[in-house]
């Protein structure tokens, strides 16, 4: 199954090329969810609720996530720059979300870029094995440091894996990238028939990014438990738009009537009915690498459903001489059955284990994926 996520992350990673204006390939991103979600289920008799469940950001090199500009914006994709896609959809409120990193070069990628990619991959392949019926979330924070540091890179703090519920992209159970004292999450167990996002940002930088300026801030959610009486027009105004186009799911701030949206929007956050999502960096000359994916814990395992194929990475890491890290990768994903395996037959030279039929990317744990 290939949600339209998934084909909506084809799609934006073939526009994303030099010279290329970022909030264009954002809108296109937009547009192909809204055009191939709205062909899913078409004849049924009931409105099914579909389309973006985030909007298409496009966030560069030390930029660690939610950069996804108004339409004046001339940022432009230059070459060799390390590029962070992350998007999602929903039909029926059901949500599949994905981020994706792609640099802008031509063979393979080498250095410090290879090295946060690989360590973002191998860290949402681990995820991928520990994410399942009866483990803990804890486990998976655990994990996925030591696979940044076999790297030499840090995973970003602040960044949630949330569990997702049907019109629910922030679910309770909530898997942390970083624990620390100041952000503590209820411990949780993994159980069947959840569906999670998996959230993977790693950085060759310290790790902890900063908000440099409010005003690039344009992906807001409605807070469905406050309410306030705003005093402005214009927030008011803005307010409704919100409620009627998008009262469940994040959006962008240039699907609003624009030219009011920027003032009413500030008094809407400063009163907490809407919940910002910034746009945080890293410092300058540090690259970030970004993989988020959806997965269903079905009862025969684990089922990934979004994905892409990354570019051939030369890491100057390897988790070779990591016998621990080696050990969660070589878990399946999938259950075994009992009295005869798999109905389907291996190909000749494929992978004997299941995790490879269920889990595209399997090569890119050990730093070379397949070109896509």
């Known amino acids: 199954m290939s949600s339209p996520s998934t084909k909506a992350l084809q799609l934006v990673v073939s526009e994303c090329k030099p ?31 579909r389309g973006v469940a985030f909007p298409t950001c496009i966030s560069v090199n030390n930029t660690v996530c939610h950069f996804s500009p108004l339409s004046g914006d001339e940022a432009v994709l230059e070459e060799n720059d390390v590029v962070k896609i992350d998007m999602g959809c929903h039909i029926d409120g059901f949500i599949a979300v994905v981020a994706h990193t792609h640099v802008l070069q031509e063979g393979p990628i080498t250095g410090r870029a290879a090295d946060v990619i690989a360590a973002a991959n191998t860290a949402a392949d681990v995820a991928l094995r520990l994410v399942r019926p009866g483990r803990k979330n804890k486990d998976v924070t655990e994990a996925i440091q030591k696979v940044a540091g076999a790297y030499d890179c840090k995973i970003v703090e602040g960044v949630l894996s949330h569990q997702l519920k049907q019109f629910v992209i922030d679910g309770n159970k909530i898997i942390i990238s970083v624990s620390n ?16 996002a998996i959230d993977i940002v790693t950085s060759t930088g310290e790790g902890k990014p900063k908000l440099l300026d409010e005003k ?21 105004f803005i307010f409704s738009e919100i409620n009627q186009k998008f009262p469940i799911m994040p959006f962008t701030a240039r699907a609003l009537e624009e030219k009011r949206a920027r003032l009413g929007l500030v008094e809407c956050v400063n009163h907490e009915l809407l919940q910002p999502y910034p746009v945080l960096h890293e410092k300058p000359g540090d690259l970030v690498a970004h993989i988020k994916f959806t997965v269903l814990l079905m009862p025969n395992g684990s089922d990934r459903i979004t994905s892409h194929p990354l570019q051939e990475l ?48 399997d090569e890119a744990s050990n730093g070379a994926a397949s070109q896509g």
């Open 19 to 49: 010279k290329a204006k970022i909030v264009d390939i954002c809108e296109k991103g937009d547009t192909f969810i809204k055009e191939q979600s709205g062909n899913v289920y078409k004849n049924v008799k009931k409105k099914i609720e």
């Open 181 to 196: 004292p100041e952000t503590r999450v209820d411990d949780a167990e993994f159980e069947e028939n959840e569906v999670y």
């Open 216 to 236: 690039h801030t344009t992906i807001y959610k409605r807070a469905v438990d406050k309410n306030y009486h705003l005093k402005m027009k214009a927030s008011r």
């Open 314 to 361: 030369k890491p100057t890491k390897s988790i070779d001489n990591n016998p621990e890290i080696k050990a969660w990768l070589s878990l399946g994903t999938k259950t075994k059955k009992k009295g005869g395996g798999k109905k389907k037959k291996g190909k000749k030279g494929e992978a004997k284990d299941d995790s490879a039929e269920a889990e595209p990317m």
